[in-house]
């Protein structure tokens, strides 16, 4: 029988391209600050494809978020511009430029359709304005991304437009400010490039970089060794990890998040980060993927890395550690740490400790700081090995003690390896359910079996019912999709 935490152990703007006889002048690019990578010319391209305030705003940003020269004219409302997104759609005008007038007529051009509106925007407006038009008008945006080619920075329309279906506002603005970045650096240094990225947390950079096209993702690990030495491995881990297989969510993919609410929303939101990947080993498992994505919303919540601690999510269980190490050292043990020992009690209830033998007992879990700083003191007692077998590790929340399971020698090699891939963690809940027989249970929907071989028995029912509740919820919200195994 294996061993659960808790109980028993889990596996567990807008502007169009002007022709080159309207190419502007380095007069209309903002000035060259000595601060800002890149010349003129460069500056030129970002504005003849992005637009005005995506340059504006990228010399804001690489000066400090000092604006130079004049003041930028202010914007109009965001909301007049979700109106002319909204109605262009509406009238079919999606890749439409700014029409002149013909000769001896006066007054302004015409404006353009919704991709000569969305196109100049600065990041974060895209996004406000990618809101704003609601999940019909960004599904026809979508349906007609490719009428941009040739005329608009595809890249970062369909960046911006996905950030919104998902609710990824940070990530989104991060995603749009990268593709200028990398349309300024060409082929040149992409040193500004990687300021954008370094000093994020692993859970920060993966929400950036995932919502890149695959080429550009591919041309930044290209450039990895011009990264910053500190970020370089972070960097090549999370870049490596989402240029794998079963990693490329395209905009057409994934789940809008309008409207979803409560536990459909959640299930959503693990298809749009992780559906090619969970449907991947889906298929070579042949299970249905909807009760992997059950099983590691149980686990996890659908997390891989916490920004606070920027390593893996953990449990550590004092009950496990009390059988690794505790009860042949029970001085030491019990000088520090405290479970329910009660006959016929739940030993994985009543977790404390405490870093001083006379000191105050406090609780940890549900904190991730807190999680690693027993896990550490626990390492210094009894070694790391005994630690790390005794805490769950990652998005299926697997086991120290399961490492061999889930193919390694020994759970510290397992823990450093979840502590760099997310795709690691993942896989991890297919190698377990294989190694322990529970892929049958699992194409039989027969959640008992699967909960009592994943988390053991004691909690069997509980643990059934809310594998279930999941994996009908994924079920149901990805129906149509492209990446699902039923």
Do not use: C
Not at 37 to 49: F, K, R, Y
Not at 195 to 214: C, M, N, Q
Not at 368 to 374: H, L, M, N, S
Not at 375 to 381: H, K, V, Y
């Amino acid at each position: 029988m294996t061993m659960r935490r808790r109980e028993f152990a889990p596996v567990r703007e807008h502007r169009e391209p002007a022709p080159p006889s309207h190419r502007p002048s380095a007069e209309t690019v903002p000035a060259r600050d000595p601060l800002v990578p890149g010349t003129t010319d460069e500056l030129i391209q970002l504005q003849a494809t992005a637009g005005n305030e995506a340059v504006t705003g990228l010399v804001a940003q690489r000066a400090g978020g000092k604006g130079k020269g004049k003041a930028k004219k202010k914007a109009p409302p965001v909301d007049a511009r979700v109106e002319h997104v909204k109605t262009a759609v509406k009238d079919g005008r999606f890749a439409d430029g700014e029409q002149q007038l013909a000769a001896g007529e006066y007054g302004p051009a015409r404006p353009g359709g919704a991709f000569w509106m969305l196109n100049g925007l600065s990041p974060d407006d895209l996004y406000k304005v990618s809101t704003g038009v609601g999940k019909d008008v960004r599904a026809k945006l979508i349906e007609h991304i490719a009428e941009a080619d040739g005329k608009y920075n595809r890249a970062r329309l369909e960046s911006g437009i996905r950030a919104a279906m998902e609710a990824e506002k940070t990530a989104g603005s991060g995603t749009v400010s990268l593709i200028d970045a990398l349309t300024v650096a060409g082929d040149g240094s992409f040193a500004p490039v990687w300021a954008l990225l370094t000093g994020k947390s692993r859970p920060a950079l993966i929400g950036v970089l995932r919502l890149l096209p695959r080429d550009l993702l591919v041309k930044l690990q290209g450039k990895l060794s011009e990264a910053p030495a500190a970020d370089s491995a972070k960097l090549t881990d999370a870049i490596g990890d989402l240029v794998g297989t079963g990693t490329d969510m395209k905009s057409t993919d994934v789940i809008d998040l309008e409207g979803l609410k409560g536990l459909d929303r959640q299930m959503a939101g693990i298809y749009n980060q992780r559906g090619h990947l969970i449907a991947e080993q889906a298929t070579a498992l042949t299970i249905p993927s909807h009760a992997a994505a059950g099983i590691m919303k149980v686990e996890s919540g659908g997390a891989t890395f916490n920004a606070a601690t920027d390593k893996t999510i953990i449990r550590f269980e004092n009950h496990v550690f009390w059988k690794y190490w505790g009860k042949a050292n029970k001085d030491s043990f019990n000088a520090h740490f405290d479970f329910e020992r009660t006959a016929g009690g739940k030993p994985f209830h009543g977790h404390k400790w405490r870093e001083s033998a006379t000191g105050e007992w406090s609780d940890f879990h549900g904190d991730q700081e807190a999680e690693w700083r027993v896990i550490a003191f626990a390492a210094s007692l009894g070694g790391q090995e005994n630690a790390y077998k005794s805490a769950s590790w990652g998005a299926g929340q697997v086991m120290g003690f399961n490492h061999s399971t889930v193919g390694f020698n020994t759970a510290v090699e397992m823990a450093a390896q979840y502590n760099k891939s997310e795709r690691s963690q993942i896989t991890g809940i297919f190698e377990y359910i294989r190694e322990n027989n529970l892929a049958q249970a699992v194409r039989d929907a027969d959640y008992a079996t699967v909960a009592a071989g994943y988390n053991g028995s004691g909690q069997k029912a509980t643990y059934a019912a809310l594998i279930k509740a999941a994996a009908d919820a994924y079920q149901k919200v990805t129906k149509g999709k492209t990446h699902v195994v039923n």
